[in-house]
């Protein structure tokens, strides 16, 4: 089993910046597959970012590039996720997600995802 724990979610003016971070744990391999999701109150869930811990390769959502960045830092389990000028079109929900093997799936798909965080909430205000 692999647990993952999200923080780093708050309230922010639209400009401002949040950093999440996703600290895994329990039975991982040496690299994995992280996805960082969000859901917005009546809408589905949406892939955000996600990046391999083994060769750092990301991917992003167009609603997110230029603005969100995916990093990680191995050493402790650690995957971030720093957000810059937020917009209140970010508010939502966000959850990270762990897979240890690749699949075809689009990385930014919840389906490729077998772990998942319970979410730390996001309110960027206009």
């Known amino acids: 089993q692999v647990q993952l724990l999200e923080s780093g979610g708050g309230e922010v003016q639209a400009g401002g910046s949040l950093r999440l971070a996703c600290e895994a744990s329990g039975n991982l391999y040496s690299h994995y597959y992280v996805g960082w999701f969000r859901q917005a109150p009546g809408k589905e869930r949406e892939g955000v970012a996600s990046?391999?811990?083994?060769?750092?390769?990301?991917t992003y959502a167009d609603s997110v590039k230029g603005r969100f960045t995916i990093s990680k830092d191995s050493a402790q389990n650690t995957v971030y996720l720093e957000m810059n000028n937020l917009e209140p079109e970010d508010t939502a929900m966000y959850y990270c997600?762990?897979?240890?093997?690749?699949?075809?799936?689009?990385?930014?798909?919840?389906?490729?995802?077998?772990?998942w965080g319970r979410g730390t909430q996001v309110t960027v205000s206009s």
């Open positions: 997600a762990a897979a240890l093997h690749w699949t075809s799936l689009s990385s930014l798909s919840q389906d490729r995802y077998t772990y």
């Open positions: 990046i391999y811990t083994g060769y750092g390769t990301t």
